[in-house]
């Protein structure tokens, strides 16, 4: 083995730290033992630019390294005829052993991250199990006040799954340790499950609010009182002013969708004056009498 960390990640000596980052991802990428089953050559090139990059990958270790005063293990140049006293009783107090070098790709958002929790230890690589992505389609009334529910999986077990209050459309739940199980004792990946929310045949959501249309009678447009209201959570009485137009909104507080910092989102009830499926005779000639008597134009504020 090379014992130039440059050399082995292919990059110069003033490469920057971001630069070498980059280096030792592509070439994770392409040598990672899950990618390549078997091929005992690609696995120890990967320890090998594992090694380089917790050298390289550290500035504090890099610029020893840089001065002489370690060598591409980590061992003091100085000390390094006592090195294997060290180096055969690792553990977790072993100064020449920590994974500070890899704290930089936590959260990256690829297939690296899906791969990568890894540590030195006796040239053992520790890999993060791989994540495993599902799809689940569930109930808008589900969705909106939560619910359990399972999910199977292709290799038959059931898992199960908690849908949180104010679960969205798109939105993706992670259930940790339920993915691939790690390589050489590294922790499992996690699973993965997209939420579809189906349509309600009357409810719509606008972030934490639920918006409704809801059909009211000609008498009790025009006379007001209290009617029942649908709401995710059940129906409510509800007042109507009278003389209520189609249109008119109302709002219900606190019937909406739970909120993330606390409390729920509103419900507005949007009205709409629906007329008897069946003509009616004396509706009629009441609406004609009272239209000659009271003649008026709803329409007088749209001309151009």
């Known amino acids: ?4 960390p440059y050399e082995l ?9 971001k630069d070498i980052q980059g280096a030792f991802r592509k070439l994770a990428k392409k040598l990672h033992p899950d990618l390549n089953p078997g091929d005992k050559k690609a696995e120890e090139k990967f320890k090998e630019i594992s090694t380089a990059y917790e050298i390289l990958g550290d500035e504090e270790k890099r610029g020893r390294f840089d001065r002489g005063e370690i060598d591409m293990t980590g061992a003091e140049r100085a000390q390094r005829n006592y090195y294997r006293d060290y180096a055969s009783a690792r553990g977790p107090e072993d100064p020449y052993h920590n994974s500070a070098g890899f704290a930089d790709f936590g959260d990256a958002d690829d297939l690296f991250a899906n791969f990568f929790s890894r540590r030195a230890g006796g040239g053992r690589a520790r890999s993060h199990g791989q994540d495993r992505h599902f799809s689940m389609e569930v109930g808008f009334l589900e969705a909106v006040n939560g619910t359990r529910t399972e999910i199977k999986l292709p290799d038959g077990p059931a898992l199960e799954v908690q849908i949180p209050p104010g679960t969205r459309d798109g939105q993706t739940l992670r259930l940790r340790g339920k993915g691939e199980q790690g390589i050489g004792g590294g922790p499992a990946g996690d699973a993965l ?83 008897p499926d069946t003509p009616d005779e004396r509706l009629t000639d009441m609406v004609k009498e009272w239209t000659t008597a009271n003649p008026y134009d709803p329409r007088k504020n749209m001309e151009a």
């Open 9 to 17: 990640l292919g990059v110069k000596r003033d490469a920057t730290q």
């Open 193 to 275: 499950i997209d939420i579809h929310v189906r349509p309600h045949r009357f409810f719509t959501r606008d972030g934490d609010d639920i918006r409704l249309e809801l059909p009211i009678s000609l008498s009790e447009a025009v006379l007001g009182g209290k009617v029942r209201a649908p709401t995710p959570s059940g129906p409510v009485s509800l007042t109507l002013p009278p003389h209520s137009n189609t249109g008119k909104l109302l709002r219900l507080k606190g019937k909406g969708v739970a909120k993330r910092g606390g409390g729920h989102g509103d419900v507005y009830v949007s009205l709409k004056i629906v007329l």
């Open 1 to 4: 083995m090379s014992q130039d």
